[in-house]
């Protein structure tokens, strides 16, 4: 750690007291110079941080000193940060901080993936790979709003029953040597309709083999080791389509929607449709050991590292 003078927000910016930041799989490999996007160097981890308003700049409206807040900085590893006040967003009340610097990410990515990459509907039948994991459990959540049948699949005991707590109407084993035979039992024979694979490791052409007609493949990441290939007839034997998922490029390019998406995620939260879980917490000293343990992928949804009382 090193110490370094707070900063100040200038025009259309805000400064944030933080107390919370969300730590995931990404920026484990981001630290260790393994993820696809490499960071400027010198390098301080945390892209999703919770806290308090603590200084506003000057042409700042909409926004007070003391409003509990979320956003995505470079560098949330830090006690203060100053960022642009478009990028900031009110929290309910009821939700708190830990809950908070693990939300956006994970929240957004499910909703775009399922509603607007997956098309899923009312009715349908979704299947969660990592389902215990920060994406996964989130997608429980978003899939059931969104009036899905869910099935979870997770590799221990402890993470099924983590998935069954956040939602899901039916856990599979992982590991189970009857995998696609527990999916059609459950699906009705037909197979599940969505995909929501954020590890595409070993289960995932297993999975996609498993799709009903017309299903829906989503790739969100890469958690389960090498990448895996896939036979091109496959998709067409199932009429079947294998979608990526990316939430970084969404945000990118299509803020303003993604701004919709985050909103209308937290207004769930204030009406208690969706309860973000608060994985294990770290304290500030504890940064490496919290990058480690979300390096594992044993985590129950998003690891968070405590950085102040805000």
């Excluded at 215990?132 to 989130?138: F, I, K, N, P, R």
């Excluded at 978003?142 to 109407?169: N, P, W, Y």
């Excluded at 999916?183 to 024979?189: A, G, V």
């Excluded at 294998?242 to 909103?263: M, N, S, W």
């Amino acid at each position: 750690m090193m110490e370094a003078a707070d900063p100040s927000p200038g025009g259309g910016e805000v400064l944030i007291q933080i107390a919370a930041c969300g730590v995931g799989y990404v920026d484990a490999l981001e630290s260790l110079g393994r993820y696809q996007v490499k960071p400027q160097l010198p390098h301080v981890p945390g892209q999703e941080i919770s806290g308090r308003i603590v200084a506003i700049g000057d042409e700042v409206t909409g926004l007070a000193i003391g409003d509990r807040v979320i956003t995505q900085i470079n560098g949330g590893f830090a006690e203060r940060a100053v960022t642009p006040a478009a990028a900031v967003t009110k929290i309910p009340d009821g939700m708190d901080y830990a809950q908070a610097a693990g939300f956006k990410i994970n929240y957004v990515t499910a909703l775009h993936a399922l509603r607007d990459r997956g098309n899923l509907q009312s009715g349908e039948i979704l299947l969660v790979l990592g389902a215990a994991g920060g994406v996964g459990s989130a997608a429980i959540q978003v899939g059931k709003c969104l009036g899905a049948k869910v099935i979870a699949v997770a590799s221990t005991s402890e993470k099924r029953a983590f998935a069954q707590h956040m939602g899901a109407d039916h856990v599979i084993d992982s590991a189970a040597e009857d995998y696609r035979d527990q999916i059609k039992e459950l699906c009705s024979q037909k197979g599940p309709n969505v995909v929501l694979d954020p590890v595409c490791g070993p289960l995932f052409e297993p999975t996609f083999r498993s799709l009903a007609w017309g299903g829906r493949h989503l790739v969100v990441g890469f958690v389960g080791g090498p990448i895996p290939s896939l036979r091109a007839n496959l998709t067409l034997l199932k009429g079947a389509s294998l979608i990526g998922v990316d939430v970084r490029q969404f945000l990118l390019y299509e803020a303003e929607k993604g701004g919709r998406h985050l909103q209308e995620l937290l207004d769930w939260v204030a009406e208690g449709r969706i309860s973000p879980p608060v994985g294990r917490q770290f304290e500030f000293v504890e940064f490496i050991q919290a990058l480690e343990y979300a390096l594992t992928g044993k985590g129950l949804g998003k690891t968070v590292i405590k950085i102040a009382d805000a």
